[in-house]
Nanobody
């Protein structure tokens, strides 16, 4: 069973930066395909960025040029560096993971959220104007 724990959220003024982390545990001899999603009150969940086991990356259009997704396989940790934050970025940010064999291929991306089997509890990001 894969466990995902996010951290790094908080309150920041518009134009500021935050770095989210997602620590993964509970798996061996497999690889993770991972992504970041967010959900604001009263709105549907939306994909932010995803990264596959080989480093292939996908971003939502609304974060291109501002957010950077990365992972440290040695630390089993996923990151989301968020720069130039806007009030509309305010949301609960969650990480998600698909577990695959080391020889497997990732199916999950930000446009295929249903392929992610494991989800973290989320970390709140609040951006004030």
């Amino acid at each position: 069973q894969v466990q995902l724990v996010e951290s790094g959220g908080g309150s920041v003024q518009a134009g500021g930066s935050l770095r989210l982390s997602c620590a993964a545990s509970g798996y061996t001899y497999s690889r993770l395909c991972m992504g970041w999603f967010r959900q604001a009150p009263g709105k549907e969940r939306e994909g932010v960025a995803s990264i596959d086991k080989d480093g292939g990356i996908m971003y939502a259009d609304f974060v291109k040029g501002r957010f950077t997704i990365s992972k440290d396989d040695a630390k089993d940790t996923l990151y989301l560096q968020m720069n130039s934050l806007k009030p509309e970025d305010t949301a609960m940010y969650s990480c998600a993971a698909e577990l695959i064999p080391s020889w497997g291929r990732c199916l999950a991306t930000i446009t295929r959220a249903h392929e992610y089997k494991y989800w973290g509890q989320g970390t709140q990001v609040t951006v004030s104007s």
